[in-house]
Protein backbone atom coordinates (compact mmCIF):
# COMPACT_ATOMS: atom_id res chain seq x y z
CA UNK A 1 0.00 0.00 0.00
CA UNK A 2 0.81 3.53 -0.08
CA UNK A 3 2.12 5.45 2.49
CA UNK A 4 4.00 8.60 3.22
CA UNK A 5 6.78 9.47 6.21
CA UNK A 6 7.85 12.99 7.22
CA UNK A 7 10.34 14.18 9.88
CA UNK A 8 8.52 14.54 13.01
CA UNK A 9 8.38 18.45 14.20
CA UNK A 10 8.11 20.70 15.44
CA UNK A 11 10.85 22.79 13.62
CA UNK A 12 11.50 25.98 14.75
CA UNK A 13 13.72 28.09 12.96
CA UNK A 14 14.89 31.68 13.30
CA UNK A 15 13.89 34.35 10.28
CA UNK A 16 15.92 33.77 7.40
CA UNK A 17 17.24 30.71 8.29
CA UNK A 18 17.12 27.73 5.68
CA UNK A 19 14.20 24.63 5.55
CA UNK A 20 14.21 21.82 4.67
CA UNK A 21 11.66 18.95 5.75
CA UNK A 22 12.21 15.66 4.85
CA UNK A 23 9.36 13.48 3.10
CA UNK A 24 10.03 10.07 1.76
CA UNK A 25 7.37 7.79 0.60
CA UNK A 26 6.54 4.38 -0.79
CA UNK A 27 3.57 3.28 -3.12
CA UNK A 28 2.48 1.45 -5.89
CA UNK A 29 2.23 2.57 -9.80
CA UNK A 30 3.56 5.92 -10.58
CA UNK A 31 1.89 8.57 -7.60
CA UNK A 32 1.98 12.07 -8.04
CA UNK A 33 3.35 14.31 -4.83
CA UNK A 34 2.19 17.68 -2.95
CA UNK A 35 3.04 19.35 -0.29
CA UNK A 36 -0.18 20.66 1.36
CA UNK A 37 -0.07 23.50 4.44
CA UNK A 38 -2.41 24.11 7.11
CA UNK A 39 -2.37 27.79 8.88
CA UNK A 40 -3.51 27.96 12.22
CA UNK A 41 -7.53 27.17 12.67
CA UNK A 42 -7.63 26.82 8.86
CA UNK A 43 -8.11 24.05 6.40
CA UNK A 44 -5.32 22.55 4.13
CA UNK A 45 -4.28 24.41 0.88
CA UNK A 46 -1.89 23.34 -1.75
CA UNK A 47 1.34 24.47 -2.01
CA UNK A 48 2.84 22.79 -4.36
CA UNK A 49 2.77 20.00 -6.81
CA UNK A 50 5.07 17.28 -8.80
CA UNK A 51 3.43 14.87 -11.23
CA UNK A 52 6.26 12.93 -12.23
CA UNK A 53 9.71 12.21 -11.68
CA UNK A 54 12.43 14.67 -11.52
CA UNK A 55 9.39 17.61 -11.70
CA UNK A 56 10.25 20.18 -9.22
CA UNK A 57 7.08 21.53 -7.82
CA UNK A 58 7.13 25.49 -6.51
CA UNK A 59 5.46 28.11 -5.12
CA UNK A 60 5.81 31.24 -2.62
CA UNK A 61 9.59 30.51 -2.45
CA UNK A 62 9.01 27.20 -2.17
CA UNK A 63 10.47 24.16 -3.50
CA UNK A 64 10.42 20.06 -3.80
CA UNK A 65 11.96 17.52 -6.21
CA UNK A 66 10.11 14.58 -7.18
CA UNK A 67 12.99 12.29 -6.73
CA UNK A 68 12.62 8.88 -7.65
CA UNK A 69 15.15 6.74 -7.12
CA UNK A 70 15.80 7.96 -3.37
CA UNK A 71 11.42 7.94 -3.24
CA UNK A 72 11.54 11.66 -1.71
CA UNK A 73 9.60 14.90 -1.78
CA UNK A 74 11.85 17.22 0.36
CA UNK A 75 10.46 20.35 1.25
CA UNK A 76 12.81 23.61 1.02
CA UNK A 77 12.74 27.17 1.34
CA UNK A 78 16.14 29.34 1.11
CA UNK A 79 14.99 32.27 3.36
CA UNK A 80 11.98 31.68 5.69
CA UNK A 81 9.44 34.27 7.35
CA UNK A 82 7.00 34.00 10.28
CA UNK A 83 4.22 33.96 8.32
CA UNK A 84 5.74 30.49 7.00
CA UNK A 85 4.57 29.30 10.62
CA UNK A 86 2.23 26.23 9.93
CA UNK A 87 1.56 22.50 9.57
CA UNK A 88 2.94 21.09 6.28
CA UNK A 89 1.90 18.20 4.84
CA UNK A 90 3.25 15.33 2.28
CA UNK A 91 1.10 13.68 0.17
CA UNK A 92 0.74 11.65 -2.32
CA UNK A 93 -1.89 9.85 -4.77
CA UNK A 94 -2.09 7.08 -7.52
CA UNK A 95 -4.99 6.57 -9.55
CA UNK A 96 -8.68 6.60 -8.25
CA UNK A 97 -7.09 6.16 -4.78
CA UNK A 98 -7.45 9.19 -1.93
CA UNK A 99 -4.81 11.65 -1.08
CA UNK A 100 -2.16 9.79 1.13
CA UNK A 101 -0.80 12.45 4.15
CA UNK A 102 1.82 12.18 5.82
CA UNK A 103 1.94 12.71 9.85
CA UNK A 104 2.30 16.29 9.05
CA UNK A 105 5.35 18.92 10.64
CA UNK A 106 5.01 21.86 12.36
CA UNK A 107 6.91 24.42 11.83
CA UNK A 108 7.57 27.50 13.95
CA UNK A 109 9.32 30.69 12.68
CA UNK A 110 10.85 33.25 14.98
CA UNK A 111 11.47 36.46 14.82
CA UNK B 1 -15.78 32.70 -4.60
CA UNK B 2 -15.04 29.23 -4.95
CA UNK B 3 -14.96 27.45 -1.61
CA UNK B 4 -15.68 24.36 0.22
CA UNK B 5 -17.93 25.05 3.13
CA UNK B 6 -18.67 22.80 6.49
CA UNK B 7 -21.66 23.27 9.14
CA UNK B 8 -21.13 23.33 11.94
CA UNK B 9 -17.40 24.60 12.69
CA UNK B 10 -17.46 23.26 16.01
CA UNK B 11 -19.72 20.49 17.60
CA UNK B 12 -19.77 19.23 20.99
CA UNK B 13 -22.49 16.41 21.48
CA UNK B 14 -23.24 12.86 23.56
CA UNK B 15 -22.26 9.64 22.75
CA UNK B 16 -24.79 7.76 20.64
CA UNK B 17 -27.00 11.12 19.64
CA UNK B 18 -27.14 10.87 15.82
CA UNK B 19 -25.28 13.93 13.72
CA UNK B 20 -25.12 15.01 10.25
CA UNK B 21 -22.11 17.54 9.59
CA UNK B 22 -22.77 19.03 5.93
CA UNK B 23 -20.17 19.88 3.34
CA UNK B 24 -20.94 21.91 -0.09
CA UNK B 25 -18.39 22.89 -2.84
CA UNK B 26 -19.55 25.45 -5.72
CA UNK B 27 -17.00 24.69 -7.99
CA UNK B 28 -19.08 21.44 -9.61
CA UNK B 29 -16.10 19.70 -8.98
CA UNK B 30 -17.06 15.43 -9.40
CA UNK B 31 -14.85 14.21 -6.70
CA UNK B 32 -15.42 15.09 -3.13
CA UNK B 33 -14.01 13.18 0.09
CA UNK B 34 -14.37 13.24 4.53
CA UNK B 35 -11.00 12.89 6.30
CA UNK B 36 -10.59 13.19 9.40
CA UNK B 37 -7.17 14.62 11.15
CA UNK B 38 -5.83 13.09 14.52
CA UNK B 39 -2.51 13.70 16.21
CA UNK B 40 0.40 12.03 15.00
CA UNK B 41 -1.66 10.45 12.38
CA UNK B 42 -2.01 12.91 9.43
CA UNK B 43 -5.24 12.67 7.76
CA UNK B 44 -6.87 9.44 7.17
CA UNK B 45 -9.64 9.06 4.03
CA UNK B 46 -13.03 8.26 5.57
CA UNK B 47 -15.31 7.83 2.40
CA UNK B 48 -15.03 9.58 -0.61
CA UNK B 49 -17.23 10.07 -3.58
CA UNK B 50 -16.58 10.08 -7.94
CA UNK B 51 -20.02 11.46 -8.56
CA UNK B 52 -23.25 11.87 -7.49
CA UNK B 53 -24.55 8.17 -6.09
CA UNK B 54 -21.27 6.96 -6.53
CA UNK B 55 -19.98 7.02 -2.75
CA UNK B 56 -16.66 4.25 -1.66
CA UNK B 57 -15.20 3.75 1.63
CA UNK B 58 -11.27 5.20 2.40
CA UNK B 59 -9.67 4.08 4.88
CA UNK B 60 -11.38 4.52 7.89
CA UNK B 61 -15.35 4.12 7.39
CA UNK B 62 -16.26 2.30 10.35
CA UNK B 63 -19.29 4.06 12.06
CA UNK B 64 -19.45 6.65 9.18
CA UNK B 65 -22.40 7.02 6.41
CA UNK B 66 -22.41 9.44 3.18
CA UNK B 67 -24.64 9.86 0.49
CA UNK B 68 -24.29 12.38 -2.49
CA UNK B 69 -27.64 13.19 -4.03
CA UNK B 70 -26.45 15.86 -5.37
CA UNK B 71 -23.22 17.54 -7.08
CA UNK B 72 -22.81 20.11 -5.10
CA UNK B 73 -23.33 18.02 -1.33
CA UNK B 74 -21.60 15.51 0.29
CA UNK B 75 -23.29 15.22 4.00
CA UNK B 76 -20.99 12.89 6.69
CA UNK B 77 -23.68 11.33 9.24
CA UNK B 78 -22.76 9.86 12.38
CA UNK B 79 -25.56 7.12 13.55
CA UNK B 80 -24.40 6.68 16.88
CA UNK B 81 -21.28 9.04 18.11
CA UNK B 82 -18.44 7.45 19.94
CA UNK B 83 -15.83 9.16 21.64
CA UNK B 84 -13.19 7.74 19.60
CA UNK B 85 -14.50 9.71 16.68
CA UNK B 86 -14.13 12.98 18.39
CA UNK B 87 -11.64 14.53 15.83
CA UNK B 88 -11.10 16.97 13.48
CA UNK B 89 -12.96 16.85 10.18
CA UNK B 90 -12.20 18.21 6.96
CA UNK B 91 -14.28 17.55 3.32
CA UNK B 92 -12.70 18.08 0.36
CA UNK B 93 -13.43 18.28 -3.46
CA UNK B 94 -11.51 17.69 -6.67
CA UNK B 95 -12.37 18.80 -10.23
CA UNK B 96 -11.28 15.17 -12.21
CA UNK B 97 -12.21 12.39 -10.33
CA UNK B 98 -9.29 10.51 -12.86
CA UNK B 99 -6.70 13.73 -12.35
CA UNK B 100 -3.79 12.37 -10.49
CA UNK B 101 -2.65 15.97 -10.36
CA UNK B 102 -5.74 17.70 -9.46
CA UNK B 103 -5.45 19.70 -6.36
CA UNK B 104 -8.39 18.90 -3.70
CA UNK B 105 -9.72 21.95 -2.16
CA UNK B 106 -9.85 21.43 1.56
CA UNK B 107 -13.38 23.27 3.74
CA UNK B 108 -12.49 24.50 7.11
CA UNK B 109 -13.02 21.81 9.45
CA UNK B 110 -15.05 20.94 11.89
CA UNK B 111 -14.21 20.09 15.07
CA UNK B 112 -15.83 17.35 16.82
CA UNK B 113 -15.94 15.93 20.52
CA UNK B 114 -18.23 13.17 21.78
CA UNK B 115 -18.32 12.92 25.40
Known amino acids: GNSVTQMEGPVTLSEEAFLTINCTYT??????LFWYVQYPGEGLQLLLK?????DKGSNKGFEATYRKETTSFHLEKGSVQVSDSAVYFC??????????FGSGTRLQVQP | EAQVTQNPRYLITVTGKKLTVTCSQN?????MSWYRQDPGLGLRQIYYSMNVEVTDKGDVPEGYKVSRKEKRNFPLILESPSPNQTSLYFC??????????????FGPGTRLTVT
Open chain 1, 50 to 54: ATKAD
Open chain 1, 27 to 32: ATGYPS
Open chain 1, 91 to 100: ALRTGRRALT
Open chain 2, 92 to 105: ASSPNRDGLSYEQY
Open chain 2, 27 to 31: MNHEY
